[in-house]
């Protein structure tokens, strides 16, 4: 077996081959520009090999509902050229094989609950903290969708009782990945959050941020690991941070597991979407 992946970033495509054993055997890194230009790329690296499926991971918001009229499209994404792009389409018009469909952050989830930080169990979060906030899940055993797929990106959060930012997202302003993501962190101190590694009280903010989402998918979907993923959590400070937050705001009301295990850095590291794309690709190909 030959299984192909497409994890579909605003910034970069990541394709790559495995085997059945999902030993990846070759990749390459594309950048994310218009759909023709990005896909023409796409199409020359997996046309050199005899694919039996494909699994996409792509950026968002995109239509996984199988019942509607646009399932596979790229919606109502910031990225203008890709808006209402019939992504899904144009992959299964290139190859006639089984392609597996998800958000690039449900595939990330995925890929750490079978080969990752999550091994063993039926549910988890994947949660990317980086240009922006997204969010995925598994629930008992299944990638989390239903009329459309998870934002938690943009759930609203309490602002901290020192913020003076008022948010980036040109949706909503202020929710998480508006105050959250690392472009919220640049705009509120006017540098990237790699010059800030020593400043406590930037991260003592993030965690106050982060914490409440946690608490949130805790008490809505009760996971049993959440992942933290992404470039802001390269401040590996943030870890420990963030548990303690999460205490003092959980305040004990629910039970959930020891939290140096319960939220955790990816065992997968910066490979827990391509994988998780390999691993749709090979669920599809037994549907």
Excluded at 21 to 26: R, S
Excluded at 51 to 65: A, E, Q, R, T, W
Excluded at 209 to 215: D, F, I, S, T
Aim: net charge negative; with cysteine; glycine share 12%.
């Amino acid at each position: 077996m030959m299984y192909g992946a497409i994890e579909a970033g605003g910034t970069k495509f990541v394709c790559a081959i495995s085997d059945e054993n999902f030993e990846i055997k070759e990749r390459v890194s594309i950048p994310t520009t218009t759909p023709e230009e990005t896909l023409s790329h796409v199409f020359e690296f997996f046309d050199q090999f005899k694919l039996d499926s494909i699994g996409i991971g792509s950026f968002g918001p995109i239509d996984v509902n199988k019942k509607s009229a646009t399932y596979g499209y790229v919606t109502t994404t910031p990225k203008v050229a890709w808006t209402n792009f019939d992504f899904l389409g144009a992959v299964k018009k290139r190859y006639e094989i089984p392609v597996g469909w998800t958000t690039d952050v449900n595939a990330a989830a995925l890929g750490e609950l079978k080969k990752g930080a999550a091994i063993g169990l039926d549910s988890c979060v994947y949660l990317t903290v980086g240009t922006g906030i997204g969010g995925g899940a598994v629930v008992n055993g299944k990638l989390l969708a239903g009329y459309g797929h998870p934002e938690m990106g943009h759930m609203l959060v309490r602002l901290h009782p020192d913020e003076s930012y008022g948010g980036f997202c040109p949706y909503h302003g202020n929710c998480l990945e508006g105050i959250a993501a690392g472009p919220a962190i640049e705009g509120r101190y006017g540098v990237k959050g790699h010059e800030l590694a020593d400043k406590i009280e930037v991260w003592q903010m993030e965690a106050y941020y982060l914490a409440q989402a946690l608490m949130n998918y805790t008490l809505i979907l009760s996971p049993e690991r959440i992942v933290l993923g992404g470039g802001v959590m390269k401040q590996n400070q943030l870890y420990t941070l963030v548990r303690e937050e999460f205490k003092k705001l959980m305040a004990g009301y629910v039970a959930v597991p020891p939290l140096e295990e319960y939220i955790v850095a990816p065992g997968l590291g910066d490979n827990a979407g391509v994988t998780g794309c390999l691993l749709l690709a090979a669920d599809e190909l037994t549907k």
